[in-house]
């Protein structure tokens, strides 16, 4: 079946450009994770979704971060004004279940490059 | 945040060889997962631990939820040279919606 899948796969944004990047869960799936991974690093929580409700965005840097799901499927996560720091791998993730606890199906990634 | 130790860092090791790798937290952790990433992909999970002295096998892969509930190790048995990427561990508490995922043990299997 299908999995998680981003887009786009790669993406290059001058600083101070608005990004926006796109997330389709596994069908069904009702948990909805984002991360963030540096470059040799294992990926960092950005922010967690059931369904529509965003439960838990303590993982987001900076008010220039923002994620949206509002239909409870695809997700999108927007970055504003952004900047050299920003640049990284941008994972999703999704579960099949709730809370967070079980096991997550991760996408390829978006990397975004800001120069 | 928490801080996931994940060692050893890299390995080289010759085809058949079997493989063990750990990591360690300063937390009590109630789900361990195990992931394998290939350059340019995304994590794939291979192994997924709920239970403290759980044993779980995934074909060559063998993993273990420590009894501390502080760490969980790793094994691949007869590396073959598709074995080959970089191995993440990730732990979440009772606490929170996220899983901390530890630095990462690159793998080099020589054939």
């Known amino acids: 079946g299908a999995g998680v899948s981003q887009s786009p796969r790669y993406k290059v944004a001058k600083r101070g450009q608005d990004v926006a990047l796109r997330c389709d869960p596994i069908?069904?799936?009702?948990?909805l994770f984002w991360y963030q991974q540096a470059l040799g690093q294992g990926p960092e929580f950005l922010t967690y979704?059931?369904?529509?409700?965003?439960?838990?965005k303590s993982g987001l840097p900076s008010d220039r971060f923002f994620a949206e799901r509002p239909e409870g499927s695809v997700s999108t996560l927007k970055i504003q004004r952004t900047q050299q720091e920003d640049s990284a791998v941008y994972l999703c993730a999704s579960s099949p279940r709730t809370g967070g606890f079980y096991e997550q199906y991760f996408g390829p990634g978006t990397r975004l490059t800001v120069t | 945040g928490q801080q996931l130790n994940q060692s050893p860092q890299s390995m080289f090791i010759q085809e058949g060889e079997d493989v063990s790798m750990n990591c360690t937290s300063s937390?009590?952790?109630?789900?361990w997962l195990w992931y394998k990433q290939d350059p340019g992909e995304g994590p794939v999970l291979l192994i997924a631990l709920y239970k403290a002295g759980e044993l779980t096998s995934n074909g060559r892969l063998t993993a273990q939820f420590g009894i501390t509930r502080k760490d969980s190790f790793l094994n691949i048995s007869a590396s073959i040279p598709s074995d080959v990427g970089i191995y993440f561990c990730a732990g979440r508490s009772n606490t929170g919606n996220q899983f901390y995922f530890g630095t990462g043990t690159s793998l080099t299997v020589i054939p």
């Open positions: 937390s009590i952790f109630n789900t």
């Open positions: 979704f059931q369904n529509e409700a965003q439960l838990d």
């Open positions: 069908s069904g799936h009702v948990s």
